[in-house]
């Protein structure tokens, strides 16, 4: 029977963690919409974002945004979640649509053309309401997501459903399947937590796998 050499299983792990912790980290852009539409939902919403925070290796870094009525950068991109958590325990519903399209687009502009050794990431949770972005239109806003896609950025989304084919709900859903992100929709928000920390494994694990 072939002895095994130990110097080569050593050698093999070796070369397998150097393999898994070249992958680069990600920097993932969590858009929340705290609009009129996630106004019921806002405890389940908070709940999911601290799950989903759990879940991420800590390697990664996460920027947070909020999207209710304008684009407001709660947390700037970082690994702690201890004040990620914080923020978003304080998250409050908004009145009126959100705008999400302006919040992609500045969010990209700030955080995620030169996000240096680390994957640009989205991650959209959103209901399907009403949306009232200002700064950008359709035209312009479809060239952006063609420049996305060619800069190989993921965007992935979770839809809390509250009525029928909502804006923000056709903007997610499109961006995922041009990304070829991660996408979910669910008409009970208590189910939300346990989607995002189903994100969050998967992003690890895409992430753990890409070279």
Known sequence: MKQISWMAVVVAVLALTSSVSAAPPMRIALLVDNSAATASA???????????LDALPTEHEVLLVSTGRRTQVRVPPTTDRTKLKGNVGGLLPELGPTALLDSLKAVDDRFMRKPGDHRPVFVILTADGSENSHEVDQKGFNRWVDEIASRGVLVNAIVLKTSANGVPESI????AQVTHGHYASMGIA???????TRLARQLADDASRRP
């Open 172 to 175: 997610a859903s499109g961006l």
């Open 190 to 196: 208590g189910n939300i937590a346990e989607a995002m």
């Open 42 to 52: 806002i405890v389940q919403i908070r709940a999911a974002v601290s799950a989903f």
